[in-house]
């Protein structure tokens, strides 16, 4: 997230804050100094006070926010507003890409598939996103305060580290996700926590972020959690971040694609398609070797594919003929 403020700030947020949240005047060319800090602001103050009793002439005089980057009420307020707006222009995006160009349509006719189940889809994840950003406001503002493991400079630890740090970072994400998610079937928490997520037996890619808010941040706590415990290149975290809720997105596309040497190790769509189906299966998040290796993985099979069932549908309603190939609808009007 400090990634977002460093280049925010300057960009966007300082003009913004000095016009709602206005300030003292300081000397045009120490505005983006002055916006630094509250030190850095009373110095700028200062110094244009000073030059002011002083001047023989008019100088250029600018105002910068009463509110400076390291105020905590506009690191807060800053952090929701990109946490909030960067997560549904991430979704609205990825997932509409992921739904027309990848997601097969004929799955909306599988007889599990829910009315206006899209839209259920979307108000859901519109109604988490909120909540599940203030949620995760302590981890995020630790970070922009300093308190995390993230640096900037990638000779601090090397090349090498970038590497190590990444297959660390998906390690350690996929072997807690796998138990969180797994512990939220427990019959005590799934219908509290995890349960408005399983309402989509047949998800689309709308159904991404589609949890309970306490759910969403649950599962995104190890995320959070690392940079506190394992150094890391702070653009690369950033990187890291983005990739997972695209990957998120990717695993709800419901492309069933079975026979491929990934699948054996690769948390795949069709792995996550079964695991809304049958619920007891295939918790992991990016590989399937924790599943494996606590015995709930479920090996996708083209029998198990859910457009078998939503082609049958499709063929007694009169949509397909045995085939697969379309019938021509009668118009309304006629």
Known sequence: MDTALEILDPLVFDHAYSYFFPGPTVACDAVSTASWSTSSLLNAVAAHNATAKVATAAIDSCIVSSLPRDDIRRQCASILFVAGFGAAAIYFIFAAFSYYLVFDRRLEHHPRFLKNQIYQEIMSSLWAIPFIDLLSLPFFLAEVRGHSLLYTRIDEYGWSWIFISTALYMVFNDFFIYWIHRLEHHPSVYKYVHKPHHKWIVPTPWAAIAFHPVDGFLQSTPYHIFVFICPMQKYLYAVLFIL??????????????????????????????LHHMYFTCNYGQYFTWADNYFDSHRDPRPELDPIHESLRAMREKGLIDEKGNPIPQKKKSD
Do not use: R
């Open 244 to 273: 997972v809720q695209l990957w998120t997105i990717f695993i709800h596309d419901g492309d069933m694609v079975t026979g491929t040497w990934s699948e054996k190790f690769i948390n795949s769509p069709a792995h996550h398609t």
